[in-house]
């Protein structure tokens, strides 16, 4: 009877909690589903000259129906904010140096690092610049984003979570969202500067250009110039080389690797079945939801008479303008240039001159300026930055130097995008791109005629000799290699109609003659995927579609990591697997598990694959760790993205004097290397032949909330997706790095035109397009890129 009472009374108490606890439960709930965006019906927009039409398909992609640019801008910000506004928040923040204010003193140290461009103070002065049209067209944006957020039943859950609230959007910030992304796309450069300045201070001449390739036997250039020819093998090696950072490799490398993608690719109308160019661009970012780009299509009067549509991606927060797509006369796309943006300028002290620095102009006192940053739960605090006519100081490894970026030069930053929009032609759209306020882009064009062509889309810096050698911090007081303002929009190289009827990039070299001085190298990838891109689109030979288009950006061969598979089955031979039972092994799955593709159930790409980045963890971790007292992004990958052609070469030659200390062969080397495989495996509990690559390269990203509350991971990110393909083919893909779209269209016929990305259209977890097209990506089965028919249809009335 005890027993039975006890359990009554816990039934009782379960009960009361429940009763307690449901009205909170459900009163969150419904918070939470205010915050969803209106779909239906009509909502007051006095800021519209006339009405617009917000049409959903099931995918939640929207076709924005108006009678002008103008109202459609301002549909595009309710849009916008009702879907995406803490997205875009978290991109005006980032670049501000304000994050803080939503994550407490954690993210202090970040903002820290962004105030020191003081990129908010230069949007007000970009915005103050902008023609009168564009600043309208802000403006607008900026009206139709704040009524999105007032339209909403609650404020967005992120608020909710961090207790914080909203601040109204302005035009400055869709400017701070494009410097966002020169941070994104750019922000490497001063590590990669400061990884080349250790080695050049450690080496001579000779081995430097041994270490430091411009060019690789991948490369494949556009302008078909001749192989640069290949630095001798030095008599000796460094005295840092093969230096051991430990007992074992650094994880973050073995196993982990190069994550640089981003394909695009232009096929003429000679080549393909409608007479219209095809244009392919698969951009690769960082992975998260949600995703970073917002599909839509677009309608308005084209003041002919006509009217005007436009079909692609927009950047929530930035200017509303398709970044890429098709205005059914011109179709464009990009990859991110790796063009040499930055310089990183010593600059000078001397007890005689108190107060000033020496820079390449001569003797200069530094501009002070007073950041202010604000920390939810903590005071403020003050930072100081001095900027100087070089850009501002920041310290590394004992020494002070000017930050010289392309991002701080008026002009950098600007609406030129928005003439893309009404190109018709390939040759409008290469004059257009120079001088648009983007990142360097590698910029891909093909019109409804059949033409294409290549050109580099945003601003350059003006270099004088050549580019490539101005990858070091330079000298205190050296002139030489500074850059001097920003190229001339007529100096741009560019390529237009190719005869093999196609071009493509892939973060590669572009250029292998004189034009390539004027981009100089800010890490170029190796080439390899570059060159598999452009082979498998000569393929598709001289009756191109869409699909075969689109497959060709889903290439998943493994080319490259062929060569390293090779190499390990020849050094484990009979003698490298006598009594070396894990070898053996090695051996067996090298053979039998391996279809020559980066495939989900292969245990011997994976195994290959590591072995080459074993052979790195051999040769560089020593330096590594040493580069990284000056930065922790400094790498020897990140100085030379082309070091497996380097070791590659070590291993064919066999110089004695490179072996690393302790080896006798570079047969032991590379025995070695295998060991440390098989070692780290063992590490992690996973046996050889369980090691697959959908094992290692599963997706795992999610909502930005998630990271800070790991509880709600499971509603905030994706399924544990095990994705086929890695760097050095064109489906670049790793767990939280890969195709942030994919996409290929001829202008004139969007119709045929396929897409997919990796999240769903809202940011909102309990809309049903939160994850919607997840699955698709995953299996890279494409999907149209216009809208569907309409299941929503919203009125946005003046």
């Given at each position: 009877?005890?027993?039975?009472?006890?359990?009554?009374?816990?039934?009782?108490?379960?009960?009361?909690?429940?009763?307690?606890?449901?009205?909170?439960?459900?009163?969150?709930?419904?918070?939470?589903?205010?915050?969803?965006?209106?779909?239906?019906?009509?909502?007051?927009?006095?800021?519209?000259?006339?009405?617009?039409?917000?049409?959903?398909?099931?995918?939640?992609?929207?076709?924005?129906?108006?009678?002008?640019?103008?109202?459609?801008?301002?549909?595009?910000?309710?849009?916008?904010?009702?879907?995406?506004?803490?997205?875009?928040?978290?991109?005006?923040?980032?670049?501000?140096?304000?994050?803080?204010?939503?994550?407490?003193?954690?993210?202090?140290?970040?903002?820290?690092?962004?105030?020191?461009?003081?990129?908010?103070?230069?949007?007000?002065?970009?915005?103050?610049?902008?023609?009168?049209?564009?600043?309208?067209?802000?403006?607008?944006?900026?009206?139709?984003?704040?009524?999105?957020?007032?339209?909403?039943?609650?404020?967005?859950?992120?608020?909710?979570?961090?207790?914080?609230?909203?601040?109204?959007?302005?035009?400055?910030?869709?400017?701070?969202?494009?410097?966002?992304?020169?941070?994104?796309?750019?922000?490497?450069?001063?590590?990669?500067?400061?990884?080349?300045?250790?080695?050049?201070?450690?080496?001579?001449?000779?081995?430097?250009?041994?270490?430091?390739?411009?060019?690789?036997?991948?490369?494949?250039?556009?302008?078909?110039?001749?192989?640069?020819?290949?630095?001798?093998?030095?008599?000796?090696?460094?005295?840092?080389?093969?230096?051991?950072?430990?007992?074992?490799?650094?994880?973050?490398?073995?196993?982990?690797?190069?994550?640089?993608?981003?394909?695009?690719?232009?096929?003429?109308?000679?080549?393909?079945?409608?007479?219209?160019?095809?244009?392919?661009?698969?951009?690769?970012?960082?992975?998260?939801?949600?995703?970073?780009?917002?599909?839509?299509?677009?309608?308005?009067?084209?003041?002919?008479?006509?009217?005007?549509?436009?079909?692609?991606?927009?950047?929530?927060?930035?200017?509303?303008?398709?970044?890429?797509?098709?205005?059914?006369?011109?179709?464009?796309?990009?990859?991110?240039?790796?063009?040499?943006?930055?310089?990183l300028v010593e600059v000078g002290f001397s007890s005689a001159r108190p107060g000033e620095v020496r820079t390449p102009a001569g003797w200069e006192?530094?501009?002070?300026?007073?950041?202010?940053?604000?920390?939810?739960?903590?005071?403020?605090?003050?930072?100081?930055?001095?900027?100087?006519?070089?850009?501002?100081?920041?310290?590394?490894?004992?020494?002070?130097?000017?930050?010289?970026?392309?991002?701080?030069?008026?002009?950098?930053?600007?609406?030129?995008?928005?003439?893309?929009?009404?190109?018709?032609?390939?040759?409008?759209?290469?004059?257009?791109?120079?001088?648009?306020?983007?990142?360097?882009?590698?910029?891909?064009?093909?019109?409804?005629?059949?033409?294409?062509?290549?050109?580099?889309?945003?601003?350059?810096?003006?270099?004088?000799?050549?580019?490539?050698?101005?990858?070091?911090?330079?000298?205190?007081?050296?002139?030489?290699?500074?850059?001097?303002?920003?190229?001339?929009?007529?100096?741009?190289?560019?390529?237009?109609?190719?005869?093999?009827?196609?071009?493509?990039?892939?973060?590669?070299?572009?250029?292998?003659?004189?034009?390539?001085?004027?981009?100089?190298?800010?890490?170029?990838?190796?080439?390899?995927?570059?060159?598999?891109?452009?082979?498998?689109?000569?393929?598709?030979?001289?009756?191109?579609?869409?699909?075969?288009?689109?497959?060709?950006?889903?290439?998943?061969?493994?080319?490259?990591?062929?060569?390293?598979?090779?190499?390990?089955?020849?050094?484990?031979?009979?003698?490298?697997?006598?009594?070396?039972?894990?070898?053996?092994?090695?051996?067996?799955?090298?053979?039998?598990?391996?279809?020559?593709?980066?495939?989900?159930?292969s245990v011997g790409y994976r195994l290959a694959r590591d072995f080459m980045w074993a052979l790195h963890d051999g040769l560089f971790a020593g330096?590594?760790?040493?580069?990284?007292?000056?930065?922790?992004?400094?790498?020897?990958?990140?100085?030379?993205?082309?070091?497996?052609?380097?070791?590659?070469?070590?291993?064919?030659?066999?110089?004695?004097?490179?072996?690393?200390?302790?080896?006798?062969?570079?047969?032991?080397?590379?025995?070695?290397?295998?060991?440390?495989?098989?070692?780290?495996?063992?590490?992690?509990?996973?046996?050889?032949?369980?090691?697959?690559?959908?094992?290692?390269?599963?997706?795992?990203?999610?909502?930005?909330?998630?990271?800070?509350?790991?509880?709600?991971?499971?509603?905030?990110?994706?399924?544990?997706?095990?994705?086929?393909?890695?760097?050095?083919?064109?489906?670049?893909?790793?767990?939280?790095?890969?195709?942030?779209?994919?996409?290929?269209?001829?202008?004139?016929?969007?119709?045929?035109?396929?897409?997919?990305?990796?999240?769903?259209?809202?940011?909102?977890?309990?809309?049903?397009?939160?994850?919607?097209?997840?699955?698709?990506?995953?299996?890279?089965?494409?999907?149209?890129?216009?809208?569907?028919?309409?299941?929503?249809?919203?009125?946005?009335?003046?």
């Amino acid at each position: 009877m005890r027993a039975r009472g006890w359990k009554s009374r816990i039934r009782c108490l379960a009960l009361i909690l429940a009763g307690a606890l449901l009205p909170t439960a459900l009163g969150a709930w419904l918070l939470l589903r205010a915050s969803l965006p209106q779909l239906d019906g009509r909502h007051a927009a006095p800021a519209l000259a006339a009405a617009v039409t917000v049409a959903r398909d099931g995918a939640g992609v929207p076709l924005i129906r108006g009678a002008s640019r103008l109202d459609v801008a301002y549909a595009t910000g309710f849009v916008h904010a009702q879907e995406r506004f803490f997205q875009m928040d978290l991109l005006r923040r980032t670049a501000g140096g304000e994050l803080a204010e939503l994550f407490g003193p954690r993210a202090v140290p970040l903002d820290r690092a962004r105030r020191l461009h003081r990129f908010r103070a230069r949007a007000l002065r970009a915005l103050a610049a902008l023609p009168p049209a564009d600043r309208v067209f802000l403006d607008k944006y900026a009206a139709g984003v704040n009524d999105g957020m007032q339209a909403l039943g609650a404020r967005p859950f992120e608020y909710l979570l961090t207790a914080t609230a909203p601040r109204p959007w302005r035009a400055e910030d869709s400017l701070l969202a494009v410097w966002a992304m020169f941070i994104d796309l750019q922000g490497s450069q001063e590590a990669r500067e400061l990884a080349r300045g250790w080695l050049r201070a450690h080496s001579d001449s000779a081995q430097l250009a041994f270490l430091l390739p411009q060019a690789s036997a991948w490369d494949a250039p556009l302008d078909g110039a001749a192989a640069l020819a290949v630095a001798p093998l030095p008599a000796t090696a460094p005295a840092w080389w093969g230096g051991a950072a430990g007992a074992a490799a650094p994880r973050a490398r073995l196993g982990a690797g190069d994550m640089v993608g981003s394909n695009n690719f232009a096929i003429a109308g000679s080549r393909s079945i409608s007479g219209a160019a095809i244009v392919g661009a698969d951009m690769h970012l960082g992975l998260q939801l949600p995703n970073i780009w917002y599909r839509l299509a677009l309608r308005y009067p084209d003041g002919r008479g006509g009217e005007r549509r436009l079909a692609g991606v927009t950047l929530p927060g930035a200017p509303p303008l398709v970044i890429a797509g098709s205005n059914g006369r011109l179709a464009w796309g990009f990859t991110n240039s790796y063009g040499d943006c930055i310089d990183l300028v010593e600059v000078g002290f001397s007890s005689a001159r108190p107060g000033e620095v020496r820079t390449p102009a001569g003797w200069e006192r530094p501009r002070e300026h007073v950041e202010t940053i604000a920390a939810k739960g903590v005071p403020p605090e003050r930072l100081v930055v001095r900027e100087t006519a070089f850009g501002p100081l920041r310290e590394a490894g004992g020494k002070t130097y000017a930050l010289h970026w392309v991002a701080h030069a008026p002009g950098a930053v600007n609406l030129g995008h928005r003439r893309l929009e009404e190109a018709g032609t390939v040759a409008e759209a290469l004059a257009i791109a120079a001088v648009d306020g983007i990142p360097a882009q590698n910029f891909v064009a093909g019109d409804a005629a059949g033409n294409i062509g290549w050109t580099i889309a945003g601003r350059l810096p003006r270099r004088t000799g050549d580019g490539h050698a101005a990858g070091f911090p330079l000298p205190a007081g050296e002139s030489a290699r500074a850059w001097n303002g920003l190229l001339a929009p007529d100096a741009y190289p560019r390529v237009f109609n190719p005869p093999g009827g196609q071009v493509s990039t892939a973060n590669n070299r572009q250029l292998l003659g004189p034009g390539s001085a004027l981009l100089g190298d800010g890490g170029f990838d190796l080439g390899a995927r570059a060159s598999q891109l452009r082979e498998r689109l000569h393929r598709l030979g001289a009756r191109a579609d869409e699909a075969g288009a689109f497959a060709a950006a889903l290439d998943d061969r493994a080319l490259f990591i062929a060569g390293w598979r090779r190499r390990a089955l020849a050094v484990l031979d009979g003698e490298g697997v006598a009594g070396q039972p894990r070898r053996a092994a090695f051996r067996r799955l090298l053979e039998t598990s391996w279809n020559g593709r980066a495939d989900v159930d292969s245990v011997g790409y994976r195994l290959a694959r590591d072995f080459m980045w074993a052979l790195h963890d051999g040769l560089f971790a020593g330096v590594d760790a040493r580069m990284a007292a000056l930065d922790p992004k400094a790498t020897m990958a990140l100085a030379n993205p082309r070091w497996p052609a380097l070791v590659a070469r070590l291993l064919d030659e066999q110089p004695r004097a490179w072996l690393p200390p302790g080896r006798r062969s570079w047969r032991e080397v590379q025995l070695a290397a295998i060991d440390r495989v098989i070692a780290q495996l063992a590490r992690e509990g996973v046996p050889l032949e369980r090691a697959t690559w959908g094992r290692r390269n599963t997706a795992a990203f999610g909502h930005p909330i998630a990271a800070a509350m790991p509880l709600l991971g499971r509603w905030l990110g994706v399924p544990p997706d095990q994705l086929a393909g890695d760097a050095h083919m064109p489906r670049v893909a790793g767990p939280r790095f890969g195709q942030s779209e994919r996409m290929t269209v001829s202008p004139g016929r969007e119709e045929a035109g396929l897409f997919n990305m990796p999240g769903g259209q809202s940011g909102h977890p309990l809309s049903p397009w939160f994850l919607h097209g997840h699955d698709d990506w995953v299996r890279a089965r494409p999907q149209p890129l216009l809208p569907g028919p309409a299941r929503h249809t919203l009125t946005l009335a003046p």
